[in-house]
Nanobody
Framework: VQLVESGGGLAQPGGSLRLSCVASGVSSDYYGIGWFRQVPGLEREGVSCISSIDGRTYYAEFAKGRFTISRDNAKNTIDLQMNSLETEDTARYYC??????????????????????WGRGTQVTVSS
């Protein structure tokens, strides 16, 4: 599997950023794609996931109402629109395929996702 994240950068508090993920070589065993983030020294945490089967979405509590995950079939990307950014959103953001049994657990309940092929991620910095 190859995962390429892009779209990160510097944003002011209250601002917006749109991240994109291109995932290739993903087995059909996976139910969908998720976005995760990690701050140095802390565990990587789930942000949001979207099912490739039925488009169902899941969000971590901190992302609800501010972030929107979507699929762009024309560009073959999984995008994460982040609005109303807060300094606490500063982190490196990664995407990864997720199996059905892990969608709720890893995408919205904060369990550490033991995925072994993370991409390079994209840095999001929220600062005034």
């Amino acid at each position: 599997v190859q995962l390429v994240e892009s779209g990160g950068g510097l944003a002011q508090p209250g601002g917006s950023l749109r991240l994109s993920c291109v995932a290739s070589g993903v087995s059909s065993d996976y139910y969908g794609i998720g976005w995760f983030r990690q701050v140095p020294g802390l565990e990587r945490e789930g942000v949001s996931c979207i099912s490739s089967i039925d488009g169902r979405t899941y969000y971590a509590e901190f992302a609800k109402g501010r972030f929107t995950i979507s699929r762009d079939n024309a560009k073959n990307t999984i995008d994460l629109q982040m609005n109303s950014l807060e300094t606490e959103d500063t982190a490196r953001y990664y995407c990864a395929p997720v199996r059905a049994e892990g969608f709720v657990k890893y995408c919205s309940e904060g369990y550490r996702y033991p995925f072994g092929s993370w991409g390079r991620g994209t840095q999001v910095t929220v600062s005034s």
